[in-house]
RNA sequence: CGGAAUGUAGCUCAGUUUGGUAGAGCGCACGGUUCGGGACCGUGAGGUCGCAGGUUCAAAUCCUGUCAUUCCGACCA
């Protein structure tokens, strides 16, 4: 491509409304426009690598076996009330009346109507296995789109679906989706790790990874160990419990006045203990039925272990007055003894010579022993893992990153088969339900990814693999006859050859053209400037910033081994 | 949905406090001088000041409402 030819304009400044280093690279080098909150435009330069990703992954779908397929993104939502999506994704889901005044929907995801589709084809054992995937734009209205294309309301996605006979062949499926991502992100080259993850909204009984993009932009935090290859979100990573302490020394309970406390630090303040040592009481609603949770004053309630360990599908911490009218005591007060249905975080045993909200109101316990000053019932690890927690497999610390989530797989189970019925006869005419899997990849979201880890303070700078171009050419002064003369001859063999190239033909000054070119990011760069007369050009790595002066047929060899490596 | 900020030229922003003819830099067009890391000089085009209503002789500026965008939180494959 000629750069006089293409439709790009780069940008000189940073766009205000970017705040996130990948969206400002994308606006600046004329990757992709805002068109409104969440949804926009493909520059032809971020389109093509857009499309390259896409060819990746389309290139490693079809290599672990799965079949593409378009599935419509318009559908209608009796499908969506029938699995009880439409109620789990409320808002965040589009909807829209045809002119019949028909309910439909722009489909956020697809396993509902390709379980339907698969119902209704699929009759026999011999049709089993098979994945289906797309590559399909999907529709969110997320509360909150954010940092370019790394949270949008419209995007790109790649999602795959499994159906086998039974748990073996799901487990099988899922391995291999699993390991095609790898080869994906491996390909693409970037820096990722697979961790353990919620199931979330799409549900599901079997596991479930997340794939991780390390990056200080990411949305997720992510639990590592530093011993061993565990990695977990946040949102489900687990340590090992704490070790029960040793209450034997614990004098007996001792009362004190604690008026207005409210807050953990106010009773560290007062009473001069550690936060440690505090046990602590949160009055939760789950679907709306109140439920206290007892941990440690120093841990964090983790909603969403709770919410699994609850059953409920919506878990949220009780308002103060909700509080005051189902303890009959303020918020502060509420002790292990509380009226309410209480879960125990398994670490409250960590505690010894713990401090307590009393059974009178304006009091703590000091002195207080779990098993011995309060029953602990019901038991499970309810809380966030911290700083100085230990891997549950190895004992080694656990280290926290932030990470871009750009795929999950899923094993689904039965969870979407049996609502719509997906069933097959086995060899003795048995009807049995489809064992499914689900496995996303957000393609659009994986470009803001790659350019979170690959850029530098002047620009992108691109992977050899998803590169828009491979190479730039630049010749220094398009009106020297012999430059041009050079760097066209270049342009056109390397083509020839099958490079992605571009010449940048502008009639730009130098500067200009460098600034552009570093901002663009290809990986290679041919100048093609004075050192002509003497019949050398330079091949410069936008990587690493090296710079090989050599005889044009010698850069040509060479450009051509760099990008075929 | 709660909290906050911002809407003025294609981009970055000033002007709003204290109402009085719409500004700068960059970019763009033209002419000239330049030409290996975002040149310089000159000329010029480009704006319903987010939108609606109100106050006023007069509103970018004050008041009310509304919309949009962004950030924090809640939420979220």
């Known amino acids: 491509m000629k750069q006089s030819q293409l439709f790009l304009t780069t940008l000189r400044e940073t766009p205000a409304d970017a705040d996130v280093v990948s969206h400002q690279l994308m606006l600046r080098a004329g990757l992709i426009r805002q068109f409104t909150a969440g ?86 054992y011999r049709q089993l296995p098979v994945t289906l995937y797309q590559i399909q734009t999907k529709f969110r209205d997320e509360p909150r789109p954010r940092g370019g294309l790394l949270r949008m309301r419209e995007f790109r996605m790649k999602d795959a679906y499994s159906f086998d006979l039974d748990e073996a062949g799901l487990d099988r499926s899922y391995q291999a989706m699993f390991d095609a991502y790898c080869r994906i992100f491996d390909r693409i080259g970037i820096a990722y790790r697979a961790v353990d993850a919620d199931p979330g909204a799409i549900g599901g009984e079997g596991g479930t990874h997340e794939f991780m993009v390390l990056s200080d932009a990411g949305e997720d935090t992510i639990a ?39 807050t953990i630090e106010d009773l560290v303040q007062m009473l001069g203990v550690k936060a440690s040592q505090i046990i602590k009481v949160i009055v939760y609603l789950a679907d709306g039925q109140p439920v206290a949770v007892c941990l440690r004053g120093d841990h964090e309630v983790n909603e969403v272990k ?18 005051e009218r189902l303890c009959g005591r303020p918020v502060g007060f509420v002790g292990p003894d509380v009226n309410l249905p209480v879960w125990f975080d398994r670490d409250v045993w960590s505690v010894a010579d713990g401090v307590a909200a009393s059974a009178e109101p304006g009091y703590h316990d000091v002195h207080v022993l ?25 004992g080694s610390p656990l280290r926290f990153f932030r990470g871009i989530e750009v795929a999950h ?100 000054r130098p500067g200009v053209k460098f600034k552009d070119a570093d901002l663009i990011g290809l990986p290679v760069r041919i100048t093609v400037g ?34 075929h490596r």
Request: contains cysteine.
């Open 39 to 124: 949804v926009y435009t493909f520059l032809p330069l971020g389109l093509r690598v857009l499309s390259k990703i896409e060819a990746i992954v389309r290139e490693e779908m079809d290599a672990a076996g799965a079949q593409e397929v378009l599935l419509p993104a318009v559908q209608t939502e009796d499908i969506w009330d029938q699995s009880g999506r439409s109620e789990d994704y409320g808002p965040d889901m589009f909807r829209l009346r045809d002119r019949h005044d028909r309910r439909m929907v722009l489909a956020p995801t697809h396993e509902e109507l390709i379980t339907q589709l698969v119902r209704n084809e699929v009759r026999s």
């Open 224 to 262: 590592g160990c530093t011993g061993c290859s565990y990695a977990a979100n946040v949102e489900k990573a687990a340590g090992q419990a704490l070790a029960k302490a040793d209450g034997a020394a614990v004098p007996p309970r001792e009362r004190m006045a604690t008026p207005g406390v409210r």
């Open 306 to 323: 709770l919410k699994n360990v609850l059953g409920a599908r919506h878990v949220e911490v009780a308002p103060a007055d909700a509080v």
């Open 370 to 394: 779990p098993g011995r000053d309060f029953e602990v019932g019901r038991t499970a690890d309810l809380r966030m893992v911290a700083d100085g927690d230990r891997c549950q497999h190895c």
């Open 409 to 508: 797989v899923f094993k689904l189970g039965t969870k979407y088969s049996s609502v719509f019925r997906a069933t097959y006869l086995d060899e003795r005419g048995q009807e049995r339900v489809i064992q499914m899997g689900c496995y996303g990849l957000g393609t659009s979201r994986v470009i803001a990814a790659i350019v979170e880890q690959c850029h530098d303070e002047h620009g992108i700078v691109w992977p050899m693999s998803v590169a828009p171009y491979r190479v730039h050419i630049v010749p220094v002064s398009v009106r020297d006859e012999q430059q041009m003369q050079v760097a066209k001859s270049l342009y056109h063999r390397l083509r020839a050859a099958g490079v992605d190239v571009l010449l940048d033909d502008r009639d730009e």
């Open 530 to 563: 004075n050192k002509v007369a003497e019949g050398a050009v330079e091949v410069k790595l936008r990587r690493t910033g090296d710079v090989q002066v050599l005889p044009v047929e010698q850069a040509f060899e060479t450009v051509l081994g760099l990008v």
